[in-house]
Each structure stands twice: as C-alpha cells, then as structure tokens.
C-alpha cells in the first residue's frame, strides 16, 4: 500500500455532476482556485500522519490501510465543502449577490434565541460536519499510537492535542455566536468576532484557538484535580492553585474580572461541573445538614438526581459540559433569571479580544 496520505480517488462508473451547476459565479477561474485550496489537515497534522502511517503499516497492514482510507475519504469532502461559495468573496447566488460584510450584517443582525442552523452558511454546515468527522479520525489514531509503546507516547500526546484543537475549534464557533448576539458588546468587537467566525467557517482554524485552547485544557485537567470537595462551593482555594500553574493572560484575567459577578458564576459553574441552581441547591443542603464538605461522588446523592460532576479528560466530555452551561446560560438570559447568561469560555474569550484590541491601540499610539 503506498503510504502518500492523500490520494486521487479512481474513476466511478456513474456520471459525476459538477456542484458549480448549481450556483452562478463570476468566473469559473474562482471555483478552481478555492479547490485547489481545499485542505483537510493543518501542516502540524500531516506532518504526525505522514511520520506514523509507514510504521503501523510495519505493525499492521490492515489497521494502517483502515486510517489511509478514512483520511482518503475525509479528503473527498474536503474537496466538495471547497466546492461551495467562499464566504470571503463577493458571489452571485440563486439568492441574490453575497459579500462577507452581508455576511457580517446578516451575523449581527440576526438576534433570534432559537437554534441558527438555517440562518447559517451552507458552507458552514457542511465544514463543521468535516470537522467532526476528522476530531474522530485524530482520537481513534490517538488511541490506536497509546497501545503501540512507550516509545510512541510523544506522538500519542501530540495526536490528542491536535484532537483537542479541533474540539476547541467546534467550542469556538459557539462563543463567537454568542458574543456576536450580546448587544450590550460594542459594535466593533462584535464585527470582528463575525469576521473572525467567517475565517474560522472557511478554514476551521483560528489564532484565537492557539491562545485559549491551551489555557483551558490546562484548567480543565487542573480542575479535576484541585476541586475534589464540595464544601462552601466558593471554589477560592482551588482557583488559586490552579492560577498558579497558568499563563500570564489567564493570570490577568482572574486579577481583572473575577470581580465581576458573572464571571464568578461561571467560573464556579466550570469547576464545579454543576449548574448555578445546582450550586445553590447543594450549598443551602449542606448548610442546613450541617456538613463542612463533600466529595464529588456524594454530589447526586444530596441533589437527588444523577449529575456528571467528574468528567474525564476525554475531548467529548469537554464540550459535552461546556454545551450544557451554554445551554444553561442562553436558557436564563432569554427567561431572565439570576445566575451567569455566559459560559467561563466566552468570558475569557471576550477578554482575549478586549487585551488584543488594547495592545493593538497601544502600538498604534506608539508609532504615531
């Protein structure tokens, strides 16, 4: 079996019909410069699977046959989401003329709570299921390299942070939606969180997931660690120790906005991997029986009901618990009930771009 990761698929017998058809563009020039440009794998990701494909083949042929053809497959639907109207061009469509700062209007102006599938770009729907597909691809070669040996442990890890990126990329899409709907943000930020939706939509890669991701993966592995009592439920101690094994930016954020009521809420939320009525519930229960603190095992016990305070580390539990805050969070902002209307990763997000934003004016001012 040759070991090139990408390969041409061979001719079916069926006639194949251009998806062009099917939109009208300005120049046919247009549809073959975004296919060539079609990529499924980011440079660090082809580079992992071009140095381990030979050597699980050397292991086991059919195994390493198995992941050629996934990756040949999720190459295919690379090529055809490529097919469809870049969403950083002006094109004419069945629907009339589109342009991305009609996209961006389109972004900011639609305030509805519901669910925005069909307010979304299909190109955005079809490359968000692409995403999935290739996060499972990476996770089940991650898995496969953990049971090759010692020697292979590096590139394991370097597989689960590229599985991790990708889940971070699916995380970051839902906070520049959210952000993008919070009309208490001022209109610049919230036009260049739609633009930066738009770049991620195109290429599903984002400078922004580089910065943050590492960050809260590291307080999400700290976090199961450092918060194993529920006690007083305030989560201060366990927030200092994980502070200190963080970055200066996450640093900067706890000095700046732990302060803010929301903030707290969420961050509490995040630790304690239960809901805000939760917390209250279970702090008012342990107040009244008099007892100084828990375990997480005990959480469900005293709630009366099952709850999934101690995740694991895998990536699907990350964004599993991550979309029941934000659930939780648009559910109470649309009633107007008390507790956090935004989950610890918009938070922190939003303060990113708000450092960013700051540092960018500086050097302005410095160089004029």
């Given at each position: ?11 079916e017998?069926?006639?194949?019909i ?14 073959v ?8 794998l ?7 699977i071009q140095?381990?494909?030979p ?15 996934r990756?040949?497959d ?6 055809a ?6 969403l950083?061009?002006r ?17 900011i ?14 190109k955005a ?16 070669m991650q ?9 292979y ?6 597989f ?24 208490s ?35 999400w ?13 305030m ?10 094994q ?20 969420a ?7 239960i ?29 009366g ?17 991550y ?19 935004k ?13 960013n ?7 302005t001012?410095?160089?004029?």
């Amino acid at each position: 079996m040759s070991t090139n990761i990408i390969t041409n698929s061979e001719t079916e017998n069926f006639e194949q019909i251009d998806i062009s058809t099917f939109f009208e563009q300005d120049s046919d020039s247009t549809l073959v410069q975004r296919e060539e440009k079609a990529e499924m794998l980011t440079k660090r990701q082809r580079s992992l699977i071009q140095e381990i494909i030979p050597v699980i083949q050397k292991i086991d042929k059919e195994k390493a046959e198995s992941f050629q053809n996934r990756l040949n497959d999720l190459e295919r639907l690379a090529q055809a989401v490529a097919r469809f109207p870049s969403l950083l061009e002006r094109h004419k469509l069945i629907g009339g003329v589109r342009t991305p700062t009609s996209l961006i209007d389109s972004l900011i102006a639609h305030q509805d709570s519901g669910d925005a599938t069909l307010q979304l770009p299909s190109k955005a729907i079809l490359g968000k299921g692409l995403l999935v597909a290739k996060t499972h691809t990476l996770s089940s070669m991650q898995k496969y390299i953990l049971h090759m040996g010692p020697e292979y442990e590096s590139t394991a890890k370097a597989f689960e942070t590229e599985t991790v990126s990708s889940m971070f990329s699916l995380l970051v899409e839902d906070v520049y939606l959210n952000l993008i709907r919070d009309t208490s943000q001022p209109m610049d930020f919230r036009r260049e969180w739609a633009l930066s939706l738009l770049l991620l939509w195109e290429h599903w890669n984002d400078q922004t997931i580089e910065t943050v991701a590492p960050v809260l993966q590291s307080v999400w592995t700290a976090r199961r660690k450092l918060a194993p009592a529920f006690g007083t439920m305030m989560g201060t101690s366990e927030l200092l120790l994980i502070s200190m094994q963080m970055d200066d930016q996450w640093i900067s954020f706890i000095k700046n906005k732990m302060g803010d009521t929301g903030v707290s809420q969420a961050m509490e939320e995040f630790l304690f991997g239960i809901s805000y009525e939760q917390i209250l519930s279970l702090r008012s229960i342990l107040k009244e029986k008099g007892i100084p603190a828990i375990g997480r095992d005990e959480v469900s016990k005293f709630l009366g009901e099952h709850v999934k305070s101690d995740a694991g580390l895998d990536y699907r539990d990350f964004y599993s618990l991550y979309t029941v805050r934000r659930d939780n969070a648009r559910s109470r902002a649309r009633l107007h009930l008390e507790g956090p209307y935004k989950t610890l990763e918009d938070y922190f997000i939003q303060f990113v771009t708000e450092q960013n934003k700051e540092k960018q004016n500086n050097d302005t001012f410095a160089k004029s």
